[in-house]
Every structure is written in structure tokens, then in C-alpha cells.
């Protein structure tokens, strides 16, 4: 493991959000989260959690149209900022997966750290 430390702070404002996140690649799986969807900030914990990843996200969005815009910014955000604590990439391998069962369902994580764009 790098002696540096894995962190990143990324701002993203547009007009339909504006987002403060942190990272912490090395944590200990805390989370704070405030995106405005509750389902959202429960997936990201489950990533932050099963992870041992700290995030802290607070997102303001326009919520009164509907959430796509806040998804897709914090996505674009947290890409950021993952991108940008992993620095050099050393030691880690491009792609990553997982199935992960959920409560009654079977959740799949697939990670590629190759810098094209992309949240699905």
C-alpha cells in the first residue's frame, strides 16, 4: 500500500447541482451522505461500507424535476475524485468486479479504472 495518502476533494456546480464530495480510499467504510435521494445515499453507503471507503457527498440538485441530474453529477463527481486519489494507478489492476447478495437481491459491481466516462 502507498505510504501516500488516497484522498480527494472534488467541487462539481452546474446549473442543476452543486456537489462537495471527499474521499478516502483507505477509510474505514464511514459515510456521510446528503444527495437528496434516499435510495441513492443507500447505495453509495453499501459502496462506502463493503468498500472501507470514506465518502462524505452533500449534493443540492433540482429534485422538483426529478433525480437523473443528481445521480449523473455525483457519479461524474465521485469518478473525479476516485480518479484522482488513485494518482498513478500503481499496483492496481484496470478492472474490478463483485456480486454482492443484498437482502433479497443479488446486486453485481463492475469497476473499470481506465478513465473513459461512464455510470451505469
Do not use: W
Not at 474505514?28 to 453499501?46: E, R, S
Amino acid at each position: 500500500m502507498s505510504s501516500t495518502p488516497r484522498t480527494a476533494s472534488v467541487s462539481r456546480n452546474t446549473a442543476e447541482t452543486q456537489i462537495q464530495l471527499s474521499v478516502n480510499l483507505d477509510g474505514t467504510g464511514v459515510a456521510k451522505l446528503q444527495t437528496g435521494i434516499g435510495f441513492f445515499d443507500h447505495m453509495l453507503d453499501q459502496i462506502a461500507r463493503h468498500g472501507l471507503i470514506d465518502l462524505d457527498i452533500a449534493c443540492q440538485g433540482d429534485l422538483h424535476i426529478d433525480g437523473h441530474h443528481t445521480v449523473e453529477d455525483v457519479g461524474i463527481a465521485l469518478g473525479q475524485a476516485f480518479a484522482k486519489a488513485m494518482g498513478d494507478k500503481k499496483g492496481l489492476r484496470r478492472y474490478g468486479h463483485a456480486y454482492v447478495p443484498l437482502d433479497e437481491a443479488l446486486s453485481r459491481v463492475v469497476v473499470d479504472f481506465s478513465g473513459r466516462p461512464g455510470l451505469v
